[in-house]
């Protein structure tokens, strides 16, 4: 056995690649990374690279051949459609094989006490259970047996959002709806399209959503936790631990410091080292990504509405956000945008909005 293998390292290496795709496609379309690297990554991996590839194409196969190949990607990838889910279920499930195969074993170990099988068990189960019921429910798909009741869950607030039809749908459009291409559907309070559930993230699942991310989030934390204890053990296991020495290919001796012992140890254990790796790259972007929904969930707004209302919080800014009566005894005020020059000529009774948060939402 060598002290690293270069099989073992081209495999964690194209780990690693694929880790960062998988990071993109996670982070990327989330306005918290707007004008950041991460975006114009993400851009370049969904858009720049596609339109690139379809030139080289109609340049190389002719129009017709790159037409139907353009109408392929759009079936798997622009529609609603299983594939991206069922990869990510089988990783998903692989990586449990290979955690149970290679860890399971090892625990309790020095570092890890038998009772902590209560909360590997509990927090799987939770996990599992939440992104089934995330997948399966209904998101709130507006219909012509439910529009009117959709309408009635949350008021238009002439600012945000206004009664009108949608133009796909040809029905009325509920306050804080949005029509989804890949469902080809309206859905209520929607917060996007997630590839990874085949389904929309709106305000039937939304709270199935939140409980699968903050369990992923733990599963992807503990299962970094233990993974790391058990390559501790095994150092221990195969005597790595207290500056061993171990002969190369030549014959000669070679004392294993602690990063050598570790990468000794993945040469024999290789599918144990791309599980670690994958949860090291993973759980960065789970953790951003959980952290971002759960923020916008506590301010009452969705990853759909957030441009929204960044547009009003300008417009706060520049001063020209009002709760206006339509007149002096009217009993409700309505939250407007009336621009600087219409201002002197709209005389109902009307008070600034200086912040924010005194907009209702």
Same mark, same amino acid.
């Given at each position: 056995m060598s002290v690293w293998s270069f099989?073992?390292?081209?495999?964690?290496?194209?780990?690693?690649?694929?880790?960062l795709w998988v990071t993109l496609l996670i982070l990327g379309p989330n306005r918290m990374f707007r004008g950041t690297a991460v975006e114009r990554a993400y851009f370049a991996v969904t858009e720049t690279l596609p339109e690139a590839l379809e030139r080289w194409m109609r340049s190389g196969v002719g129009d017709a051949l790159a037409a139907r190949a353009e109408r392929v990607w759009n079936a798997l990838?622009?529609?609603?459609?299983?594939?991206?889910?069922?990869?990510?279920?089988?990783?998903?499930?692989?990586?449990l094989a290979v955690f149970f195969a290679q860890v399971a074993p090892y625990i309790p170990n020095r570092y890890v006490?038998?009772?902590?099988?209560?909360?590997?068990?509990?927090?799987?189960?939770?996990?599992?259970?939440?992104?089934?019921?995330?997948?399966?429910?209904?998101?709130?798909?507006?219909?012509?047996?439910n529009v009117d009741t959709a309408c009635q869950v949350f008021g238009y607030d002439?600012?945000?959002?206004?009664?009108?039809?949608?133009?796909?749908?040809? #029905?009325?459009?509920?306050?804080?709806?949005?029509?989804?291409?890949?469902?080809r559907r309206c859905v209520q309070m929607v917060?996007?399209?997630?590839?990874?559930?085949?389904n929309c993230v709106g305000l039937g699942n939304a709270r199935w959503f939140l409980c699968f991310l903050a369990t992923f989030s733990i599963v992807c934390v503990y299962g970094t936790y233990l993974v790391g204890t058990v390559i501790l053990e095994l150092r221990h296991v195969h005597g790595l631990a207290d500056g061993a020495v171990i002969w190369d290919e030549l014959g000669e001796p070679v004392q294993l410091s602690f990063k050598s012992s570790v990468l000794y140890l993945f040469d024999g254990y290789p599918l144990l080292a791309v599980l670690f790796v994958l949860l090291l790259v993973l759980t960065p972007a789970i953790g951003i990504f959980t952290a971002y929904q759960l923020r916008i969930t506590a301010l009452g707004y969705t990853s759909n509405e957030e441009t929204k209302w960044l547009n009003?919080?300008?417009?706060?800014?520049?001063?020209v956000v009002f709760a206006v009566r339509d007149h002096e005894d009217a009993p409700h005020e309505t939250i407007q945008v009336i621009?600087?020059?219409? #201002?002197?000529?709209?005389?109902r009774p009307r008070r600034p909005i200086s912040h924010l948060r005194h907009v209702p939402n």
């Open positions: 099989t073992v390292f081209w495999v964690l290496a194209a780990l690693g690649v694929f880790g990838f622009g529609r609603r459609n299983p594939i991206i889910q069922i990869f990510g279920v089988v990783l998903y499930w692989t990586g006490a038998s009772w902590q099988w209560v909360p590997i068990g509990a927090t799987l189960a939770a996990n599992i259970g939440s992104y089934i019921a995330a997948c399966a429910a209904d998101p709130g798909v507006v219909t012509a047996e002439h600012l945000l959002y206004f009664e009108r039809d949608c133009r796909t749908c040809l #029905q009325r459009k509920p306050a804080r709806s949005k029509h989804c291409s890949a469902c917060d996007h399209h997630c590839i990874w559930l085949n009003i919080s300008d417009a706060v800014n520049d001063g621009e600087k020059e219409d #201002q002197t000529d709209d005389a």
